[in-house]
């Protein structure tokens, strides 16, 4: 089908930049985080559009003579505003007032250099790149002068993400972050396409700087996005009265606003006594859960105080969750009974990555005078990039690779089987997951029956901390037989605590504190992964397997074959499953167990 109009949304934050690509039906046709293809976390300084990547996006998804609109994150005033700051080196003095006090200590973690203007600076250069290399290629590759520009206030872009993939006609939208243009919470009502912002709060108090404080406190990277580590740790702790008193004593929340509860020179003490109670103790691994599980509390506890908030000043029962602190799974599986929402959707997407789709959605909309009506079910993540056969029969052919195996009809039932023989699995099916979360289609998979498989896992593959959990992905049809108050989460976007009866038959997906980090996998959603897992459930009578991001730690989930084979052949798996074609290593064969005919490759 050839198209009129392409909406190519862009997320312009300094990290976690991404692309998505829509057409004039408002249908997205690509959606990707640039670390990906840089494979580079989080991809922190680089343009979302980065040169020959955006090049062969644009020539696959796009026609060359029709019209483009790219749209940006961040609104217009507040680029103007920071190209401003740097233009007369505003950007480039020292601190003073409060960010030399208590604010430049509570994001200490996320600013190396303690200065929020290295934030600014950054976020500058982020902006005024955004969108360059995309610009060049259409105007001077294609020859193509139909380009128009747009820019869209950065929480209002998270909103719109989250409403176009979720389904709902009516609903509230939260969106709570870092840090946006103004603030770090903005409210919306939405109602028949139509959002329509109820209000937000002003300053730098964040809930999202809470976080990183204690993600920074524990001993985690904040740069390297190790809040999940504080998630994985907190489970193993308890609450601590002297950690819980001194955290409370920094934020205060009153009505769907944070304020410092006392001067802002106190973020500084609360700092120093704990790092200072940390340091002179031997028991520093219990005193740490125990910080992760308390600063988990009390993010628990100040969420529910602004949900309920914003709860009174909406018209639905019906919660639209995102921003940065939607990717909080152990507080997102609380929501529905802690505070008066009913029903709770968090895309896939819901940080700085997924707001590209925003963008997208925004520029689409106020192009269209009659957009067409949303779909009712939820998005499907699987939006990026696919391996081609091409790359695997090049890599067989010149290799000489011996223990492969190619599977046009049973691969599923080939790899149950290894699965249920206690095989670590690399599994790569169709299009990547748009977001931070491996959903079956760049995943690392595991028999979840055994109780060594977590440390197993761990230490042969992940090279991570012992204490990190697995995630579960279960059929559908067997969550309420599996969670005790049972909830869809199609994008393991929330956690759950397992039924006491059912704990000990999967111990490698059941987090110390019996919950599970759960991902609903149905056959609408992903034929190809709900075949896998029903192929093992024959084998074995348990529906779920262990599910993790294709990846080592430190570095983003695998773009391409070459990064697939990087991990294969570096770490302990024992398979590796690319579209049909299945990799061994040699201790799993005596002989070559190849069975493909070489002849089909030689045009290569």
Not at 187 to 213: A, C, I, P, R, V
Not at 375 to 403: R, V
Not at 415 to 434: S, V
Not at 499 to 517: L, S
């Amino acid at each position: 089908m050839k198209h009129t109009k392409y909406y190519i949304g862009i997320a312009a934050t300094f990290h976690d930049p991404s692309i998505t690509v829509m057409d004039e039906t408002g249908t997205i046709l690509f959606a990707e985080s640039t670390e990906r293809h840089l494979q580079k976390k989080r991809a922190m300084g680089c343009a979302a559009d980065a040169v020959v990547w955006i090049d062969s996006i644009i020539k696959k998804y796009c026609d060359a003579d029709a019209e483009f609109h790219i749209a940006t994150t961040w609104s217009h005033s507040y680029s103007r505003m920071l190209r401003m700051l740097n233009t007369f080196g505003l950007l480039h003095k020292k601190p003073t007032g409060i960010i030399n006090y208590g604010f430049k200590k509570l994001v200490k973690s996320m600013l190396p250099d303690e200065n929020l203007l290295w934030f600014l600076r950054n976020q500058s250069a982020s902006l005024i790149q955004s969108g360059a290399n995309l610009e060049r290629y259409i105007r001077w590759e294609l020859n193509n002068k139909k380009v128009y520009r747009h820019q869209f206030n950065h929480h209002t872009a998270h909103a719109a993400s989250a409403i176009y993939g979720s389904g709902m006609d009516h609903a509230t939208c939260v969106v709570i972050d870092g840090i946006g243009e103004s603030g770090s919470i903005s409210y919306f009502s939405y109602d028949n396409q139509k959002l329509t912002q109820l209000g937000h709060h002003k300053g730098f108090e964040s809930l999202g700087f809470f976080y990183t404080l204690i993600t920074y406190l524990c001993g985690f990277d904040p740069i390297k996005g190790e809040e999940w580590k504080v998630m994985g740790m907190a489970p193993y702790g308890s609450k601590n009265q002297f950690f819980y008193d001194l955290l409370a004593s920094i934020l205060v929340i009153k009505d769907c606003h944070i304020q410092f509860k006392n001067n802002p020179k106190n973020v500084a003490f609360v700092l120093d006594e704990i790092k200072k109670h940390l340091e002179f103790s031997d028991q520093k691994f219990k005193l740490r859960a125990q910080l992760a599980y308390t600063g988990q509390l009390l993010f628990t506890e100040y969420t529910n105080k602004v949900l309920q908030s914003i709860h009174k000043k909406g018209n639905s029962d019906q919660l639209i969750y995102a921003g940065g602190c939607a990717l909080n799974s152990s507080f997102n599986g609380q929501i529905t009974s802690q505070t008066p929402f009913k029903n709770v959707y968090v895309p896939s997407a819901p940080g700085d990555d997924g707001t590209s789709i925003g963008a997208a959605y925004l520029s689409y909309l106020k192009d269209t005078p009659i957009p067409k009506k949303p779909n009712k079910t939820i998005l499907s993540p699987y939006l990026g990039s696919e391996i081609d056969d091409k790359e695997i029969q090049q890599f067989i052919k010149y290799a000489n690779y011996e223990f492969v195996t190619y599977h046009p009809e049973g691969v599923c039932k080939e790899t149950a089987r290894l699965l249920a023989d206690g095989a670590l699995i690399g599994w790569a099916q169709g299009r990547a997951e748009f977001g931070p979360r491996a959903l079956g289609n760049r995943s690392i998979l595991a028999d979840p029956r055994s109780p060594e498989m977590k440390d197993k896992i761990n230490a042969r593959v992940k090279f991570r901390e012992e204490f990190r959990p697995f995630a579960p992905s279960i059929l559908s049809e067997y969550g309420e037989e599996y969670f005790e108050n049972y909830q869809e989460s199609p994008y393991m976007e929330r956690t759950l605590v397992f039924r006491e009866e059912m704990r000990h038959k999967v111990p490698a997906v059941v987090h110390e504190n019996y919950t599970g980090r759960l991902q609903t996998v149905k056959k609408e959603w992903n034929r190809t992964y709900y075949e896998l897992i029903e192929e093992f459930y024959k084998l074995t009578g348990v529906p779920i397997l262990l599910n993790t991001s294709f990846n080592v730690m430190g570095k983003p989930i695998i773009h391409n074959f070459k990064d697939a084979l990087t991990v294969f052949f570096n770490s302990g798996l024992d398979a590796l499953i690319v579209n049909n074609y299945i990799f061994k290593k040699a201790a799993l064969t005596n002989k070559s167990v190849t069975n493909i005919d070489h002849k089909e490759y030689t045009s290569l």
